[in-house]
């Protein structure tokens, strides 16, 4: 019978997928960057990441032989060892450290502290509260503060250029403003 119709059993080949003559599902060979649920589904899904590999062999594998180690699951984008997140990269990294956390804090308590010594010193001394009123008046008339949040929001925009429209900055601009990645605490690729 499938001799006399084989337009009923067999069907096309999957997109993205090259079939040679007499594949099966099971032997599909995956593209790189390409992924299936298992090696008896025709569904391939395009990987956006650098964690799927594909399948070169002909072998029966698992929808986590698809991916490079380290990952598994769908898309390969869930990590397969702990402390480990999927990062916007497209690959697993390892959790950041609280160290990376305390360099912010402590240039905020620093800051503060500058503040309240600051500011009692000026209760007390009437020269050095005279001091800080025109400082204060300089460092207004120059915008310092609009100045820097002009850069942070630049220095946003410029690293999400590529996860969101897929445009790479060139590193010598990324370079300079380097500095900043301080001020980042990474929050959004932890969730």
């Not at 019978?1 to 040679?20: A, G, Q, R, W």
């Not at 590999?53 to 702990?82: A, R």
Request: a neutral charge; proline letters at 4%; charged letters at 20%.
């Amino acid at each position: 019978e499938i001799f006399s119709k084989p337009s009923e059993h067999c069907l096309d080949c999957p997109d993205n997928v090259i079939c040679p003559f007499n594949t099966t599902l099971q032997t599909l060979k995956i593209p790189i960057h390409h992924w299936r649920r298992s090696p008896d589904t025709s569904t391939i899904y395009s990987c956006n990441n650098k964690a799927c590999k594909g399948s070169s062999s002909w072998k029966h594998i698992t929808s986590s032989s698809y991916c490079i180690n380290g990952h598994e699951g769908p898309l390969c984008q869930v990590c397969s060892n702990d402390y480990e997140f999927f990062s916007s990269k497209g690959i697993c990294e390892g959790c950041p450290s609280l160290f990376r956390l305390l360099i912010p804090a402590g240039i905020i308590i620093a800051l503060l502290g500058v503040f309240f010594v600051s500011r009692i010193a000026a209760n007390k001394f009437e020269e050095y509260d005279n001091f800080l009123q025109k400082s204060s008046a300089r460092l207004s008339m120059m915008s310092i503060q609009a100045k820097f949040k002009i850069l942070v929001t630049f220095y946003q925009i410029i690293n999400s250029l590529g996860d969101v429209y897929g445009v790479e900055v060139d590193e010598k601009v990324k370079g300079c403003l380097s500095f900043l990645q301080y001020f980042n605490f990474g929050l959004t690729e932890v969730a």
